[in-house]
């Protein structure tokens, strides 16, 4: 057992041999492949591979926050109708904030993320949580969820130990870890030191983070076995307990089993 919790398979990048990726993912052991949404583009190619592969991938319904601009209010509402759709969402996602680039949409951001964090908690649905370089701006919002049973991923996990367990305050959340454990310059592993296998999950982030042995290339899911491997050793367990393991937090998180 083995679980992809985040992939873009339904990009441009795999439009020529998404069947091929799909059975390596399957010979490499994954059980199941979970996509998250990016704006209102990328809702139709989302849902016709999930619909390609029935019970295998599973969608997810949200606005990234690099898709957050002026008119995000019209995107939004282009999601809200999606959710709102009979399409079978399984979380929400993948949303957040990013202020990487410039913060020029920092305000429109948090109220994106706000809005879709309701979201979350009126269906039920677990939120996938984009962080990247806002982790006091995040933080803040989420303090006002305290009490409540929202519950997600802080999806590719990339800050230090503190804000690790400060974010694992957070009782329903687990960690997103994918291919950027296994770089040289990674501090995932001593942030993994602190951190229980139970409040983590395996990604790809596919096409991008490929892991080592791939770095360079497009990423699949089915390099997910490099992540796993990483995870096993900075463990000290075998590969299969750890893949057992974190495909359980994931069902469990998306009400699986």
Not at 90 to 101: A, F, R, S, Y
Request: net charge negative; proline share 6%; charged share 25%.
């Amino acid at each position: 057992m083995l679980i992809d919790t985040h992939s873009h398979i339904y990009g441009e990048e795999f439009k020529d041999d998404l069947p091929e990726v799909i059975q390596r993912a399957k010979d490499a052991g994954i059980t199941h492949i979970f996509l998250p949404n990016e704006d209102s583009t990328t809702i139709e190619p989302l849902l016709n591979v999930c619909k390609k592969y029935p019970a295998y991938c599973f969608p997810m319904i949200g606005l990234h926050p690099e898709s957050v601009k002026e008119a995000y209010k019209s995107e939004l509402m282009k999601i809200e109708d999606a959710l709102k759709g009979e399409n079978n969402f399984v979380g929400i996602g993948e949303v957040g904030l990013d202020l990487h680039w410039d913060k020029t949409y920092l305000k429109q951001q948090l109220a994106v993320f706000e809005q879709q964090v309701c979201w979350a908690l009126e269906t039920d649905l677990p939120i996938i949580i984009h962080c990247r370089d806002a982790f006091d701006d995040l933080m803040n919002v989420l303090d006002h969820y305290r009490d409540t049973p929202l519950r997600g991923i802080f999806h590719s996990y990339t800050g230090n130990p503190f804000e690790a367990i400060k974010m694992l305050e957070m009782p329903g959340f687990l960690l997103g870890i994918n291919g950027i454990v296994t770089y040289r310059s990674s501090v995932i592993p001593d942030v993994l030191h602190n951190i229980s296998l139970d409040r983590i999950v395996l990604e790809t982030d596919a096409p991008y983070l490929t892991p080592v042995p791939f770095r360079g290339k497009r990423n699949e899911s089915s390099y997910i076995v490099h992540t796993l491997n990483k995870v096993a050793y900075l463990y000290d367990m075998k590969p299969e307990q750890v893949a057992k393991r974190t495909a359980i937090n994931a069902l469990k998180l998306f009400r699986m089993i």
